[in-house]
């Protein structure tokens, strides 16, 4: 094991090292649990708007490396900037998530376009070289974006789906039609993150929230196969940017994400048991998870216990604390303040 000294914790973790404490960054830092970003929130319009606000978008990011100090800071923006970007109607309302004008079959592809799309996200760029500039040496910049599969579901199911009726159809009844929308995405999220390394991320997160909706051989095509894509053509291009999947929910098929070549990370849902991801995964990656954000809301002594659970089982090999999803808005921001106390105890 290796004392922690100086530089970036969480970069040296993603690049092999074992280190103790563990380096600490949560998804959904930055967010409507923290009493700073809903008065911001409160006087800016929409949240889509705040996404394109550098200024703001910047100031959002470092709300919780202020508060707290953790070792990541993670890009505030959403995973549906990618079809904004793509010209497609994106917007968000109070109280009911994203509303996108939802793709019906193959044809409305023609309604996608590149040109046009770097001047669209361009200004997530400048949120980036506007963070990297205030952000204390030792905190590592996160970049991230959706995964095809998860962004596709919101581009056809049109809002936050239980069912997925309606991509389950086309992926049933008219694969190439997908197959054509995921390749578009995989082109789309790799200039995006492209664009996000040139402006100053250090390490990049991909976030499959619904892996967990396929059986295995759809798994393989839809999951597997265009992460893969992206993960190859990134590290292709920037060696030294490190990549971390975070395929929630999928379950036994975290074994298939195992297998994938080119990561450095990867993040554990909350259902995963800590030990079995050790003997799964090799034992040079980092994973990175996996408490209950629950737990987190909840405080006391269980989220003392469950720290130290996740510690025992996951810190004899590299490892990044997180939560197992995003920070649930009704956590009191202390408990977070006790969470990075007890992690670095
Ligand atoms: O983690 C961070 O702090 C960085 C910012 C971030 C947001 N969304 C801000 C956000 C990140 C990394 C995301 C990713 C994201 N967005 C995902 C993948 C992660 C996951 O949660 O599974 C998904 C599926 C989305 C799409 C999305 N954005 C939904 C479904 C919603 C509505 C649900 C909700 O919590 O309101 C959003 C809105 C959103 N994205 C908010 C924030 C802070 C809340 C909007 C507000 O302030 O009103």
């Not at 469950?306 to 590299?318: D, H, K, Q, T």
């Amino acid at each position: 094991m290796t004392a922690v000294s100086t530089g970036k914790t969480l970069l040296r973790v993603l690049a092999g090292s074992t280190l103790e404490p563990p380096p600490i960054w949560l998804m959904r830092q930055a967010g409507r649990y923290l009493p700073e970003y809903r008065a911001l929130r409160a006087r800016t319009g929409g949240f889509l708007e705040l996404c394109l606000s550098p200024a703001l978008a910047a100031e959002v990011t470092l709300q919780p490396i202020r508060r707290y100090g953790l070792d990541g800071a993670i890009l505030f923006s959403d995973i549906l900037v990618v079809p904004y970007g793509l010209g497609q109607a994106v917007s968000f309302r109070e109280g009911e998530g994203p509303i996108l004008e939802a793709l019906d079959h193959g044809g409305d592809l023609a309604r996608l376009a590149m040109d046009g799309f770097a001047g669209r996200v361009a200004p997530i760029g400048e949120t980036v070289r506007r963070v990297r500039a205030e952000l204390p040496p030792s905190v590592t910049l996160i970049g991230f974006a959706g995964s095809p599969w998860t962004v596709s579901t919101y581009m056809i199911e049109g809002r936050s789906s239980r069912e997925f009726g309606r991509i389950k159809a086309w992926l049933y009844r008219d694969p190439s039609a997908l197959a054509a929308l995921i390749d578009r995405l995989v082109e789309a999220t790799v200039a995006y993150l492209e664009l996000q390394i040139a402006a100053g991320v250090e390490a990049i997160q991909l976030f499959e929230s619904w892996a967990g909706i396929l059986p295995a051989p759809a798994f393989e095509r839809w999951v597997v196969t265009p992460n893969a894509a992206i993960i190859a053509q990134l590290n292709a291009r920037h060696p030294d940017i490190p990549v971390i999947l975070f395929p929630r929910g999928a379950g036994a098929n975290y074994q298939a994400v195992s297998r994938m070549a080119g990561l450095a990370g990867v993040g554990l849902d909350t259902t995963v048991p800590p030990t079995w991801a050790r003997q799964t995964f090799a034992p040079s990656m980092a994973l990175q998870g996996n408490l209950d954000p629950l737990v987190l809301a909840t405080g006391g002594a269980a989220l003392a216990e469950e720290v130290r659970r996740i510690r025992a089982a996951l810190g004899s090999g590299p490892f990044v604390f997180n939560l197992g999803h995003g920070v649930v808005p009704e956590t009191p921001p202390e408990h977070v303040a006790e969470l990075v106390r007890l992690v670095r105890a």
